[in-house]
């Protein structure tokens, strides 16, 4: 059965602390990993990894992705306290149907305290 | 990236009614995904919806109790039917929108709903 596990559930940092989410999967028909930050109800697009070692960034978020040992982290430099919200991690895996889907991880609830 | 309307943003229903949830996306997407979030946990796949055929269901979900319509490809919609207070969730729409995977998949602004 394919999964996506997210570590840790949550966590409570200071402003100005660096974070490192952890995102590990088992899927078959690996496509893509994507992160998406969801402070409401809608989620909303972070990264998308496809290939191993190639470090993505944008602004103090980067992340990485090992398909090697199958998994990828997301860390936040100098957190803000906009940066509290539910971190996800989605799996795009295909089915034998030849299609391809999401597959969410359990998210990990980031507050970041002034 | 696409731009996804969802309405309504929030509802109460009582129990043993239907609720009927609607995407509307701003560019033509050839598949739509309907997601359940129940309180506390994360996004869990309900359906595919395609345009021109029927809707392909996760295990756990059945036709009958989420019926989908795609009558385009720019439009769908979501139905709890029969509800219970179990059924109170987040439920969220997403798409593929302009044929740039590199971007993700746009999500809906959500329905959350409560069964009382």
């Known amino acids: 059965e394919d999964k996506v596990v997210q570590s840790p559930l949550s966590l409570v940092v200071h402003e100005g602390d660096t974070v490192t989410l952890n995102c590990s999967y088992e899927?078959?028909?690996?496509?893509?990993l994507l992160w998406y930050k969801q402070e409401k109800k809608a989620p909303t697009f972070l990264f998308m990894l496809?290939?191993?070692?190639i470090e993505k960034k944008s602004g103090r978020l980067s992340s990485i992705l090992d398909k090697k040992e199958l998994f990828s982290i997301l860390n936040i430099t100098a957190t803000q306290t906009g940066d509290s919200a539910i971190y996800l991690c989605?799996?795009?895996?295909?089915?034998?149907?030849?299609?391809?889907?999401?597959?969410f991880g359990t998210g990990t609830r980031l507050k970041v305290l002034a | 990236s696409a731009v996804i309307s969802q309405k309504p943003s929030r509802d109460i229903c009582q129990r043993g009614t239907s609720l009927t949830i609607q995407c509307q996306v701003d560019?033509?997407?050839?598949?739509m995904f309907w997601y359940r979030q129940q309180p506390g946990q994360s996004l869990t796949l309900i359906a595919t919806?395609?345009?021109?055929?029927?809707?392909?269901?996760e295990s756990g979900f059945v036709i009958d109790k989420f019926p989908i319509s795609r009558p385009n490809l720019t439009f769908s919609t979501l139905t709890v039917s029969n509800m219970s207070p179990e059924d109170s969730s987040i439920y969220l729409c997403?798409?593929?929108?302009?044929?740039?995977?590199?971007?993700?998949?746009?999500f809906g602004s959500g329905t959350r709903l409560t069964v009382v």
């Open positions: 496809t290939s191993s070692g």
């Open positions: 989605a799996v795009e895996a295909g089915s034998s149907s030849g299609t391809y889907k999401y597959i």
């Open positions: 919806a395609n345009q021109g055929s029927e809707a392909t269901y």
């Open positions: 997403s798409a593929l929108g302009g044929g740039d995977r590199n971007y993700g998949y746009t």
């Open positions: 899927v078959t028909n690996f496509r893509s």
């Open positions: 560019s033509q997407v050839t598949m």
